[in-house]
């Protein structure tokens, strides 16, 4: 029986154990998680020499030629490289002539580096500054703002696909309209251009309407009448006012209100022609209201009618139509003189 000899070549050197990878990681990914930007921005302020320093004084590399090394643009560097120089300035790290290359430094919580770093070259112009300073009102990082701006087509496909988007969308644009006489015109003309559009407006309006009517009665305890007057509701008429717009009133702001707007209106008219029909007084006055309307508009449209040059239109029909005026009229002052006898004959 043979023994197997065992062999004289070395050992294939054994990869890492994968528990130091899995170290190795996690070690990474704190220090990145504590630092954020930091860590970065600290790399290329050690790493890039500041304007003003020559190849020969100092062993950092330019920007570009960093760039190039990193396999990314200059632009990108760059932005690292001012965001650091910003903070240096307010004192939360060391300036670029105080790091060498491979120095370690503590770097500050990765939050306060959003403060400093600015994604995007536009943020540096008045509309970027304008958009950064809205994002900080809005309490949400400037550079995300600056991202959806300068992708409007993302933004409009989020907008279309997306409905909760679109409500905020919607919301952005009442809260910038109110301020933006320009944008006001834009919306009105697109409104009064698109059908849909326009129906849904009047809809609206007309609901808006009916609301205020039944509001009107709730909040001041006054009706209008058909006729136009003015006049204390009945207590019953004001309570159920009141009734309806509390209804009204709970509605959610994305539920549609037209219907219980309808319902409003027209129970709220139903009660007011019965509180009219119910009061003798209030009746009288009413139908004289109508009645004095009425002659009115009467009297104006027919003081509206010219015969300068009646040979040039002059038809049989528009006799005939005036005559029977005539006698409409004559009847209707032969009623009215009848009730003034009988009134005083009385």
Excluded at 241 to 256: G, K, Q, V, Y
Excluded at 275 to 297: I, N, W
Aim: proline share 5%.
């Amino acid at each position: 029986m043979t023994l197997a000899t065992p062999s004289l070549d070395p050992a294939p050197a054994s990869p890492a154990p994968l528990a130091d990878l899995v170290a190795r990681d996690a070690r990474e990914f704190g220090a990145y998680a504590r630092t954020g930007g930091w860590a970065f921005g600290l790399m290329v302020a050690r790493s890039v020499r500041p304007g003003g320093q020559g190849a020969q004084e100092t062993p950092k590399v330019s920007a570009k030629e960093f760039a190039e090394l990193a396999g990314c643009s200059a632009e990108r560097v760059m932005r690292y490289y001012k965001a650091w120089d910003r903070a240096a300035d307010d004192g939360m790290v060391p300036h670029f002539e105080a790091l060498t290359p491979g120095q370690e430094i503590e770097l500050p919580d990765a939050d306060v580096w959003l403060s400093y770093y600015v994604a995007r070259s536009s943020a540096t112009s008045e509309r970027g500054t304008a958009i950064a300073e809205a994002a900080e009102a809005e309490g949400i990082r400037p550079t995300k703002a600056l991202e959806v701006a300068e992708n409007p087509t993302a933004l409009r496909a989020a907008i279309l696909a997306d409905p909760s988007t679109a409500r905020a969308a919607r919301q952005a644009l009442l809260d910038r309209v109110r301020e933006d006489p320009e944008l006001q015109a834009e919306l009105a003309r697109d409104v009064v251009r698109t059908d849909e559009l326009k129906k849904a407006v009047a809809g609206e309006s007309r609901a808006a309407d009916r609301i205020g009517y039944v509001r009107q009665i709730a909040e001041s305890g006054q009706i209008r009448t058909p006729a136009g007057q003015t006049v204390d509701a009945p207590l019953d008429v004001r309570q159920e006012a009141e009734r309806h717009l509390s209804l009204i009133d709970e509605l959610e702001a994305d539920e549609d209100a037209g219907e219980w707007a309808s319902e409003a209106y027209d129970s709220m008219k139903s009660l007011v022609a019965d509180a009219v029909e119910a009061d003798p007084e209030l009746r009288v006055r009413e139908r004289r209201t109508k009645f004095y309307s009425s002659l009115q508009k009467a009297t104006k449209a027919f003081e509206e009618l010219t015969f300068d040059d009646a040979q040039d239109f002059y038809e049989d029909d528009m006799v005939q139509r005036l005559e029977e005026l005539q006698q409409a009229i004559g009847s209707c002052l032969t009623a009215l003189r009848g009730a003034r006898e009988e009134g005083s004959g009385e």
